[in-house]
């Protein structure tokens, strides 16, 4: 196996190799989540900022600020958690493929991948449900704004689907033997 392989990343041999075109697809969606998730964090910088500036500057509040921040940050959480599953950047605790050996450490590794995808997988359609209920009965918040909440939840829906299929996509490259992360889309170090 190259190292380009071993590393996760995606090698002109995939061309020929149906699904890993499909895994690079789901990396390029995650990786679009990611870039939604932050605008989401711009949005909330500029909201806040916003709102401080009013405050101090006119003795005015923007009253949906801190309301949309909350609907930002959540997008944010969503959005981005697939392409940081991808990464290696959540927080995962190795205790039990640490001490045992390659394949069972891999079996280990699948199961709980598996598990994930089923959660997520409820999660998706749940999150979905909810936003398609919304819609239909005009569900509006209950702050000033009145903003439809279909509008945050899609964002909350479409990260989990993100999430959901970035989790299928790990399964399948464990299974293909290749590793489930890629540590090179990491933008910082690891914390220890």
């Known amino acids: 196996m ?8 995606a090698t002109p041999a995939r061309g020929a190799d149906p ?8 990396d ?3 990786t679009v989540g990611a870039w939604a998730a932050v605008g989401c964090i711009f949005a909330i910088l500029g909201l806040i900022a916003g709102e401080v500036a009013a405050r101090n500057l006119f003795n005015y509040s923007i009253h949906f600020a801190w309301e949309f921040s909350a609907y930002f940050m959540g997008a944010t959480f969503m959005l981005g958690a697939g392409y940081a599953l991808r990464a290696g950047a959540q927080i995962r605790v190795n205790v039990l ?3 045992v050996g390659g394949n069972i450490a891999r079996m280990i590794d699948l199961g709980a991948t598996l598990l994930s995808a089923a959660i997520a997988s409820y999660l998706s359609y749940a999150l979905f449900l909810l936003t398609w209920l919304s819609w239909e009965r005009g569900s509006k918040s209950a702050q000033a704004s009145e903003l439809p909440l279909w509008i945050p939840q899609l964002a909350l829906s479409v990260g989990a689907a993100i999430f959901t299929v970035q989790l299928i996509a790990r399964a399948a490259r464990l299974l293909r033997r290749e590793p489930g992360e890629d540590a090179r889309l990491r933008l910082a170090q690891d914390i220890e």
């Open 97 to 99: 493929i640490t001490g």
């Open 19 to 26: 699904l890993g075109r499909v895994l690079d697809a789901v």
């Open 2 to 9: 190259n190292d380009a392989r071993a590393a996760g990343a």
């Open 28 to 30: 390029a969606l995650s």
